[in-house]
């Protein structure tokens, strides 16, 4: 049987499946995919906890179920940058980013209309998890291509030392397996 580490979010208890890294480092996986329950719960907490906003923005695709259901709670808009350049782009603006996740560098893209759609408003970027800073940075950089203000960052899970930030709202901390 796999080992687990038991996270209890938002009023939930989940048993997160423990996956190898490296030789150092192993990580509890956070799915929200697919977990309705979840995704509703600890999006009602995070906009319990969150400042104001006009527009979220996240990144595609482990951010999406928590956005989108903020989303439809606040009835605030939600924008997605995606990994890839997509043919209704007409100009895509693009940012690499890394992943303690993904062992190669991801693209986000987003269009220059959607960047200049947030123009003035407060954005709130939201992700599933932060632990490294890599998505949250690259999507940062994706707003500064626009004259949006950062509103705040929110996570459902702060990973490892992430939860010791000051500059950002999250639910729990998740911690990280060395050997």
């Known amino acids: 049987m796999p080992k687990t580490y038991e996270l209890h979010v938002a009023g939930l208890t989940r048993h997160l499946p423990i996956c190898k890294v490296n030789d150092h480092l192993d990580i509890a ?5 697919g977990d309705a329950e979840l995704t509703v719960a600890c999006a009602e907490a995070l906009l319990n906890k969150v400042p104001e906003f006009d527009v979220i923005l996240t990144a595609e695709a482990k951010g999406i179920p928590v956005a989108h259901e903020m989303s439809r709670q606040s009835g605030k808009p939600y924008v997605c940058a995606r990994k890839g350049e997509k043919l209704y782009m007409y100009e895509p603006v693009v940012v690499e980013d890394q992943s303690i996740s993904t062992a190669a560098k991801q693209k986000l893209v987003l269009d220059k209309a959607e ?52 500059d950002i709202v999250y639910l729990e901390p998740l911690p990280l397996f060395f050997h």
């Open 115 to 166: 960047l200049d759609s947030m123009k003035g408003k407060r954005v709130l970027v939201v992700d599933d998890v932060i632990s490294t800073g890599g998505s949250l940075h690259a999507l940062e950089a994706l707003l500064a291509h626009s004259e949006a203000v950062i509103a705040g960052r929110a996570c459902v899970l702060a990973e490892g030392d992430a939860a010791e930030r000051t």
């Open 29 to 33: 996986a956070f799915i929200m995919l």
